[in-house]
């Protein structure tokens, strides 16, 4: 079991007992997600951190739409608990990087694809550039705002 997965059950366990209700529900709904990851596919499997940290994501951005589209709607109390959702999940993300330092690991794909090239990289590369970029975000920076960031740099 991955750590990060072990540190969310002994967190279940510490929430259940401070009858933390929405800490309770949000990572019950964490955990299902993560089982229900580990099943997907031909055969079940155990996720690693990495890939736990992507349903992490995936789960945050979910809460994020459905505030942005309860508070289009008017249900206030809806989106207030949405976003209180996406806080508990934000809790066990790492910490997303600066706009600095995800100009610096754009900046250090462009060279090593320049590298490989042997010529600076144009807009046709980008695919050989995200997938450097993406690597060295390891999860800390969303996908839209690293293409937008590789976008202007090139």
Same mark, same amino acid.
């Given at each position: ?32 997600a ?6 997907? #596919? *031909? ?9 736990v940290?992507?349903?992490?994501? *995936?789960?945050?951005?979910?809460? #994020? ?10 249900? @206030? ?40 090239? #042997? ?7 980008? @695919?050989?550039?995200? *997938?450097i970029?993406? @690597?060295?975000?390891? #999860?800390?920076?969303? @996908?839209?705002?690293?293409? *937008? ?6």
């Amino acid at each position: 079991m991955s750590e990060l997965k072990a540190r969310l059950r002994t967190d279940l366990t510490a929430a259940m007992k401070a009858k933390d209700k929405l800490r309770l529900a949000t990572l019950r709904m964490i955990l299902a997600a993560i089982q229900t990851e580990e099943v997907s #596919g *031909k055969e079940a499997h155990d996720l690693t951190d990495d890939d736990v940290l992507k349903v992490l994501a *995936k789960e945050a951005k979910k809460r #994020g739409e459905s505030a942005v589209i309860y508070t289009q709607n008017g249900r @206030g109390e809806l989106a207030a608990n949405e976003r209180a959702e996406a806080q508990i999940i934000d809790e066990y993300l790492p910490t997303p990087l600066t706009d600095e330092e995800l100009a610096n690991i754009v900046d250090t794909a462009i060279a090593q694809v320049a590298e490989d090239l #042997g010529e600076r990289p144009a807009m046709k590369q980008m @695919g050989q550039v995200m *997938k450097i970029a993406s @690597g060295l975000a390891a #999860g800390k920076a969303d @996908g839209s705002r690293l293409s *937008k960031a590789v976008k202007d740099r090139l």
